[in-house]
């Protein structure tokens, strides 16, 4: 189901969740586990992110030379172009620079920028060597401005605003860029996103599988929901359920197959009462393929199209599964399949009668063992 957090800060375009630097440092450790020097000699943009709130610009700073970047990008979007109307809050960045104007700070977008110069004199290359300058426009991702910023890069990085999440992955791949973002789970079922899955163009991130994620919002956010609160500092924070990287960087998770039981022990020893005891997997009506409604109940010997959930994606390999098709049926409708049930007729205890009731399942991906019989 969606979830209400993120439904509420789409309607209202207040989407700015700042991400939690532990989530992004377990996610950039999966990409070099996998390729240590998978950011070497690169440029990296983070086109969201204005580092006196956002860890992306700090994270990727601090390990500059470990990850031996060639250089860093971080904009920021104006003030002044932002639904909320609160008092301006200005960065120290800002504050402490001499290219600091007050103008400029209302109206137009900032860049910070990290690459291999000593600023400080201090021996090291991190955050405190960061430039800053106003963009000329006020540092929309779609202007042409960041968009001469992104054709630069090598990789994007960031949280781009909930509201925009179709618009932003589009604006990625139109550039052909090696990326990781993130954004709600059911995003999977967006047109613009799951034909980039089919076609392995697209997959999710190594670490964030189920569950739900804390993330820091500005301070005149309302916090009035569950799992929202303020730290030590008066900072504001909101758990989100159901986010996920969306990427299409290489790590180790993606190449590790499912171990699933056959079709037959699934039905003796499931732990799922939807299937445990049954005669049979539930079949579509509309399409030829079985109901397989959890991931680890898919059977390991079945040849056919199995219609799995959309957190199948979570556990996906490439070199295990094909996919084959998404949500709907040969009628072009969505998947559906009958269920036969025994009913007690009305003031008659000794009769009964058989009703089918039609099961349409939450959105499934339709996909195939690659070789069913060599698990």
């Known amino acids: 189901m969606p979830n209400k957090n993120l439904s509420a800060a789409k309607k209202a375009k207040n989407d700015e969740f700042y991400t939690q ?29 204005d580092p006196e709130w956002s860890n992306f610009t700090k994270y990727f700073a601090q390990n500059f030379t470990a990850f031996g970047l060639k250089k860093l990008i971080s904009t920021s979007y104006a003030q002044d172009s932002k639904a909320i109307n609160t008092p301006m809050q200005l960065s120290l960045f800002e504050e402490e620079s001499p290219k600091f104007d007050p103008v400029k700070t ?36 779609r202007s042409d401005e960041v968009k001469r910023l992104r054709d630069e890069a090598d990789f994007i990085i960031t949280n781009p605003p909930f509201s925009l999440f179709r618009e932003f992955l589009a604006w990625i791949v139109e550039a052909d860029k090696s990326f990781t973002i993130i954004g709600n789970m059911n995003a999977i079922t967006y047109k613009e996103t ?8 697209l997959w999710l991130g190594s670490s964030i ?9 500005p301070d005149e956010y309302p916090i009035t929901a569950a799992g929202s609160r303020i730290g030590e500092k008066g900072e504001k924070y909101l758990r989100i359920k159901g986010v996920r990287w969306f990427t299409n960087i290489d790590h180790g998770r993606r ?28 079949h579509y009506d509309n399409y030829d393929a079985i109901e397989v409604p959890f991931t680890d109940a ?9 219609g799995v959930p959309i957190s199948f994606l979570d556990k996906y390999s490439p070199e295990q599964f094909e996919i084959v098709a998404f949500r709907k049926g040969d009628d072009g409708k969505d998947l559906v399949y009958s269920l036969s049930e025994n009913a007690v007729e009305p003031h008659d205890s000794t009769h ?7 099961i349409q399942p939450y959105f499934r991906i339709l ?9």
């Not at 992004?24 to 690169?42: Q, S």
């Not at 599988?209 to 919002?217: A, I, K, L, N, Y």
């Not at 996909?367 to 698990?375: E, G």
């Open 21 to 49: 630097w532990v989530d992004i440092e377990k996610e950039m450790n999966a990409y070099l586990e996998y390729d240590p020097d998978v950011f070497r000699g690169k440029t990296m943009l983070l086109p969201c992110d």
């Open 106 to 141: 209302h109206a137009n977008g900032k860049i910070f920028t990290l690459e291999p110069k000593d600023i400080t004199g201090d021996g090291k290359i991190d955050i405190d060597d960061l430039e800053f300058d106003y963009l000329e426009g006020d540092g929309d991702f």
């Open 194 to 201: 799951f034909p980039l899955i089919a076609a392995n163009q």
């Open 209 to 217: 599988h189920s569950g739900d994620r804390e993330f820091r919002v």
């Open 255 to 282: 190449h590790q197959p499912l171990s699933l039981m056959t079709m037959e022990d699934n039905l003796k020893f499931s732990k799922h009462k939807e299937i445990c005891g049954k005669e049979a997997y539930d």
């Open 298 to 306: 898919i059977p390991s010997d079945y040849d056919g199209v199995m």
């Open 352 to 358: 009964t009668h058989t009703h089918t009731r039609i």
């Open 367 to 375: 996909i195939k063992h690659l070789n069913p019989r060599n698990h």
